[in-house]
């Protein structure tokens, strides 16, 4: 370390990584100075890098992490991917090899919620361990320096403990983030990760999905969401559908609705080839199960944020189009307003099949896009044709 500036370098792999350090680069140096040391002022360099994307082993990452730490002369490097690293099949939340300065972060794991927060934390807390190192009497000194601080100038910061990751707040009661400092690893000092396959998977899997962000996905579904309400509503001016929302029970609804969201979701995959197949990848099987839930799951949240839209619409069209009077002569003098809900419902479930059977979806390489396979495949393809260009 030399010259009157710490310099911390972070590392983004391309997309939702990136995106996050641009939020949190302008308040980093502040936080650093209080809960790193303030003697030299903080300097944040900001750096795009495939390869931390590239690979799901951590020690290839590690690599990566040191030659481009090495490369730009930075005192700190903080890499971020939205990878799911794995030890074990449990989930690592991040690493850190003090004697080089480096250390790695996976988004992933952090979850789905607060997850700016729990970014801005985990590189504190991983600069924090470089700093100070990870042994007992590091965290001891760094424990005793924040104690000294002013307790009105960083409440949040303040009552951190020095050996925890990010706080100990409602996602992280059901699924804790355990630290520890492995003996048997070259080049990590410091690990965070999670102790339970259940709370690993629970982690990654809404951490994927939230990386993927579904409501991208959504605005691919124009073409479907027109063809899917022009149907309903012509269905609509005919008293068949109104005598079916009629007759069916709840759970006959119920059962319509997923129906319909199931094969739409279903759909989506089959026409657009998202789902990772063991012949043609050579990823490994718990990953490739991994990806192939998280693009299920990223699915499912936009096809129902689409049946969402179009229960809003057919509310305001069976309001519309549907004359109370005419519906009690057709149906029933018992009816009422709440079977426009009724028939929006049914109708919505019906237009969902006729979509989803009938079109596919507009823009195929953000759908492509929002499923991990694909982005590593991208990935892979970019890493060979940079290592092609330097021979």
């Known amino acids: 370390m030399s010259g009157s500036n710490y310099t911390l370098g972070l590392i983004a792999a391309p997309g939702y990584p990136k995106e996050l350090i641009d939020s949190l680069k302008a308040e980093l140096p502040e936080l650093l100075d209080y809960y790193v040391d303030d003697n030299r002022d903080w300097k944040i360099d900001c750096s795009i890098d495939s390869l931390t ?142 102790n339970s396959y259940a709370g690993s998977a629970l982690r990654l899997l809404t951490g994927m999905v939230r990386a993927n962000k579904p409501w991208v996905m959504f605005s691919s579904f124009k073409k479907v969401i027109m063809l899917a309400f022009t149907t309903g509503a012509y269905a609509l001016v005919f008293p068949t559908l109104w005598m079916l929302s009629h007759e069916y029970s709840i759970w006959r609804m119920f059962l319509l609705s997923n129906i319909s969201i199931l094969a739409m979701v279903f759909w989506i995959i089959s026409a657009h080839q998202l789902w990772e197949k063991k012949q043609v990848t050579q990823t490994a099987p718990h990953l490739r199960k991994l990806y192939n839930a998280t693009t299920f799951l990223t699915l499912l949240t936009s096809v129902l944020l689409y049946y969402m839209l179009l229960f809003i619409l057919f509310s305001f069209a069976v309001v519309l189009f549907i004359p109370m009077g005419l519906l009690q002569s057709e149906v029933s003098p018992d009816v009422g307003y709440v079977n426009y809900f009724y028939i929006a419902w049914t109708a919505t479930s019906i237009a969902t099949i006729i979509g989803a059977l009938g079109s596919a979806l507009e823009d195929e390489e953000v759908v492509l896009s929002s499923t991990y396979g694909y982005r590593q495949r991208q990935r892979y393809d970019e890493i060979r044709e940079m290592m092609e260009e330097e021979e």
């Open 53 to 194: 994307g590239g690979t799901d082993q951590s020690d290839e990452v590690m690599k990566a992490i040191l030659s481009k730490r090495k490369e730009n002369e930075w005192d700190f490097t903080v890499a971020l991917t939205d990878l799911p690293l794995l030890f074990g099949k449990k989930a690592i939340i991040a690493e850190a090899y003090e004697e080089e300065n480096i250390a790695l972060i996976s988004l992933p794991g952090l979850g789905a919620v607060s997850l700016s927060r729990r970014v801005r934390d985990s590189i504190l807390q991983l600069v924090n361990e470089m700093f100070y190192t990870t042994s007992e009497e590091g965290r001891e000194k760094a424990e005793k320096r924040l104690e000294q601080k002013d307790k009105t100038e960083n409440k949040d910061l303040k009552t951190r403990n020095p050996k925890r990751l990010v706080g100990k707040k409602g996602f992280d009661k059901i699924s804790p983030i355990q630290r520890e400092t492995p003996e048997d690893t070259e080049n990590i000092d410091v690990r965070f990760k999670v």
